[in-house]
Nanobody, 125 residues
Framework: HVQLVESGGGSVQAGGSLRLSCAAS????????MGWFRQAPGKGREAVAA???????SYTDSVKGRFTISKDNAKNTMYLHMNSLKPEDTAMYYC????????????????????WGQGTQVTVS
């Protein structure tokens, strides 16, 4: 059984940076989808970034050039480096792995599949 635990959220001023971590217990096949998603109050879940099955990365347009997704296989941990944060980045951030996805990108996750963390709050003021 795989568990994902996020950490690193917090409150920062606009323009600041945070690094989110997603530690996985249990084995996650390296060619599975992995990604970060977020949900702001009153809004639907949004895909932020993903590590595709071929190892490439993809981002939603609003975070391109500001966020970087990466993983450390030795530590079984995925990261989201967030720079130049904006108030509109405020949300609960979730990591996910091993999920099914709709054609095109691992960002198009099916929420009823795979493993999901409990979330970490990011607040930008």
């Amino acid at each position: 059984h795989v568990q994902l635990v996020e950490s690193g959220g917090g409150s920062v001023q606009a323009g600041g940076s945070l690094r989110l971590s997603c530690a996985a217990s249990g084995y996650i096949y390296s060619r599975n989808c992995m990604g970060w998603f977020r949900q702001a109050p009153g809004k639907g879940r949004e895909a932020v970034a993903a590590i595709e099955r071929d190892g490439s990365t993809s981002y939603t347009d609003s975070v391109k050039g500001r966020f970087t997704i990466s993983k450390d296989n030795a530590k079984n941990t995925m990261y989201l480096h967030m720079n130049s944060l904006k108030p509109e980045d405020t949300a609960m951030y979730y990591c996910a792995a091993g999920y099914r996805y709709y054609p095109g990108s691992c960002r198009h996750a099916r929420a009823d599949s795979g493993y999901w963390g409990q979330g970490t709050q990011v607040t930008v003021s």
